[in-house]
């Protein structure tokens, strides 16, 4: 709050400063900044242009004023603040390069300031808010990942922690509905094999989203057209432990029993590993 206040005050006075700069002026830029260089003013005044330029949402502009701070008093108070206030102006910009790169300079300056748990959080963000749709590459999704873990990791207690957990979950989500594409691709073109890889990366590496019931529906699916009826059956039957209420156990009920089978755990295969370990609690 005091930090927020100070920041009111600050803008507050470059308003107040503009007044005056700006009498038989033709504006803001000609008047102040425009004409004058900018060593002429004080890193307090740099730094509520900026602030002035975020309140009439002029993210570009603001940065500019922010990164001047920091280059004309680089071992200042307001040059730490304005570091993070460029990291937030440039992701407001939608300019996530230099956004993150601001963002991990006060994380590498600053790293026990208290704003070091937002700059982590403005890294990740930089990473979370360009996941593109589920057809594209996801590369930066796992970098979200990444980065969203070291928020909650290190700043477990920050005010950040929580959405960084939200986000976490949603985009660990967004990785196994890319699975799940690719997968019911290959299961259209009778490319079963491929399919199968797909959907046992979903059930092995992201069982806690909300793809998994489908992911063992479609196995059930696949097994089934190549033949390895032990295979179907054991999806199925972990299907029905965890999933028995759902439109995907009926389905793959229906194919198995229509076929002269039921959901039971047959065999030793990778899905049986992973029927006894639901059988004894530990997925899921």
């Known amino acids: 709050m005091a930090r927020r206040m100070s920041r009111m005050m600050v803008g507050a006075a470059f308003i107040g400063l503009m007044a005056v700069a700006g009498c038989g002026g033709n504006g803001a830029n000609e ?3 425009g004409s004058v260089p900018l060593e002429n003013f004080t890193a307090e ?20 004023y922010f ?12 040059a730490k ?15 996530y390069e230099n956004s993150r790169s601001a963002a991990q300079r006060y994380i590498d300056f600053f790293p ?27 590369g930066l999704t796992f970098q979200a990942l990444q980065a969203l873990r070291k928020v909650i990791e290190t700043y477990p207690d920050s005010e950040y922690a929580r959405s ?42 992201f069982q806690t989203t ?35 209420s759902t439109e995907w ?9 229509g076929r002269g089978l039921e959901p039971k755990l047959k065999g030793n295969g990778w899905l049986a590993s992973v029927y006894r370990q639901t059988i004894k609690g530990k997925w899921l």
């Open 31 to 33: 008047t102040l900044f």
């Open 45 to 64: 005044q740099i730094f509520g242009r900026g602030e002035f330029e975020i309140e009439r949402n002029k993210p570009d502009d603001a940065a500019f």
């Open 67 to 78: 990164a001047e701070v920091e280059r004309l008093y680089p071992y200042s108070e307001w």
């Open 81 to 95: 603040r304005a570091l993070i206030m460029q990291a937030f102006a440039y992701h407001q910009d939608k300019d």
């Open 112 to 138: 026990q300031d208290d704003d070091a748990a937002y700059a982590q959080y403005l890294l990740a963000l930089s990473y979370y808010d360009q996941i593109d749709e589920v057809g594209r590459d996801q």
């Open 164 to 205: 960084s957990v939200l986000k976490f979950d949603l985009a660990f989500d967004h990785l196994a509905a890319k699975e799940m594409e690719i997968g019911r691709y290959y299961l259209k073109r009778d490319r079963f094999p491929a399919a199968v890889n797909r959907f046992r990366v979903v059930v092995e590496d």
């Open 210 to 244: 909300t793809h998994t019931p489908e992911a063992l529906h479609r196995l059930v699916e696949a097994y089934l057209s190549l033949g390895l009826t032990d295979e179907a059956q054991t999806a199925g039957a972990i299907l029905g432990h965890n999933f028995q």
């Open 249 to 257: 156990y009926e389905d793959s009920y229906r194919l198995l029993t």
